[in-house]
């Protein structure tokens, strides 16, 4: 399809998105006489972003694909349905440059711990201000949650701050951030409920004056297509530990000067980290094993 029919047809799925995302507002506020069935009615249908500003619907996902909101040991009661809306999305992608992102946005039964089938759920708040993750989300995050058997927003935000500012730090100096470095530098640390944090290692803790909270991060989240082309490497390089000693030879970093100007100065070099093919055999031998990845 080219981009006039694709401008066709992103413009016909815009007004049909619009009209039942009002009818889903009216729904929610009680004012247009639905019931609640007719109000949590599910729809299944992904939006791709396109370059040039274009987002167009794809096909409604197979039954199959659809998980049970209903999940045992996942009873948050603090957790309330999505605030995004598929406007609020792509405002939001527009303005993190995610093209390439096909998202969905959960129903009002559904929560960050029940994504369809080759999908996961991240909140909108990693990707603002405070934290400063962007699109593609770096394969260091990917292959890390994997490596973890976890999905990327069982993780809080502080462990994101933490990434970003290892990853522009590393490739400040011409290191390449393995899963193996990083891991030498932080340990995890369990919060309750199933969630996750980042901590720097007391010998190894340079980055300074992180904000310890992020205000409503739970209330936007929403679920974008999983890639996994990104390998968990299974061997540790011999020069993991000099990477990680390299990194912290550093002076302190301070969050407050991670900005964006200097995060987009080192993108490039990030993302061109690499695996070897032995990594990349590793990771195709697990791929068929990583349900819990998508799973919250």
Known sequence: MDTPQRVLVSESARQLREEREAASLIARDGQGGASEGEA????????????????????????????????????????????????????????????????????????????????????????????????????????????????????????????????????????????????????????????????????????VDRPSRTANWQRFYFFVKSDVDHPDSASYPEEFIANARAVVSCVQVSWKDITVKRIRGAIDRISKSKFSFRDYIFFLARVCSLEAFIRI
């Open 40 to 207: 949590s009615l599910p729809d299944f249908i992904p939006c791709c972003y396109h370059p040039e500003g274009i987002f167009e619907d794809l096909p409604a996902l197979a039954p199959e694909q659809i998980r049970s909101p209903v999940v045992e040991e996942q009873t948050w009661e603090n957790v309330e349905e999505t605030r995004s809306t598929p406007s609020r999305v792509k405002a939001f992608l527009r303005e993190c440059g995610g093209v390439g992102v096909t998202f969905l946005i959960p129903t009002r039964s559904q929560r960050p711990w029940s994504p369809p089938l080759g999908f996961q759920c991240i909140y909108e708040s990693y990707f603002q201000s405070e934290t400063k993750l962007w699109f593609p989300i770096p394969r260091l995050i990917t292959s890390y949650a994997r490596r973890r058997d976890a999905a990327m927003s069982l993780f809080l935000n502080g462990a994101f701050r933490i990434l970003v500012a290892l990853m522009v730090t590393a490739a400040e100096i011409d290191i390449s951030m393995s899963v193996q470095t990083l891991e030498e530098l932080t340990y995890v640390k369990s919060m309750g409920d199933g969630l996750l944090s980042i901590q720097m290692r007391p010998n190894y803790n340079v980055i």
